[in-house]
């Protein structure tokens, strides 16, 4: 596994049993992925009490999404293509000015692909700045362009209406 996994894996806080998970993860997707694994995500957030949880574990490649649910307790794998497949982008943020996470920073981020699969990714504190730069980096440049649609709300009677 590549030195800048373990460095963000570390930087948020991942115990030595669940980075040894990580690893027999990722050389299970790079036996599958047909192309070198150039990302890494965690979701995770903060509970009432001040817990970090973590809940999923994603891969990206050039064309690949691949995700590991609820990875610290099961063996739940999918891997998909995302090249120019994403058609529905939505970002919620709170105490985050996409610059420099605090302490009090969330960000959500969810996008639909063509085939109807949703994927949605929470992180907290300094997990923010990854999960920022996993939207620029694998997100945004595989908006697919044919199949967004704007939907507005017609100004006469009110009903909403989708327009290519």
């Known amino acids: 596994m ?3 996994f373990i460095k963000y894996l570390q930087s948020i806080n991942l115990t030595e049993t ?3 998970r990580v690893k027999v993860i990722h050389e299970f997707y790079q036996k599958l992925c047909p192309e070198k694994i150039a990302g890494l995500f ?3 957030y903060i509970t009432m009490n001040g817990e970090r949880n973590y809940i999923s574990l994603y891969f990206f490649s050039e064309k690949y999404i691949m995700k590991a649910k609820h990875f610290i307790e099961r063996d739940d794998f999918n891997m998909t293509l995302i090249k120019e497949k994403i058609y529905h982008l939505q970002i919620q943020k709170l105490d985050y000015d996409f610059n420099k996470a605090t302490e009090k920073s969330r960000l959500y981020l969810e996008f639909i692909l063509d085939t109807g ?3 949605n990714f929470k992180a907290s504190k300094e997990n923010c700045d ?10 945004l440049p595989n908006l697919g362009h044919s199949v967004l649609i704007a939907n507005v709300s017609c100004p006469i ?3 909403k209406k989708n327009i290519p």
């Open 18 to 20: 669940l980075l040894q």
């Open 130 to 139: 990854y999960l920022r730069d996993i939207l620029f980096q694998y997100v």
């Open 2 to 4: 590549k030195q800048d």
């Open 42 to 44: 965690v979701s995770d």
């Open 117 to 119: 699969m949703i994927y």
């Open 157 to 159: 009677c009110g009903k």
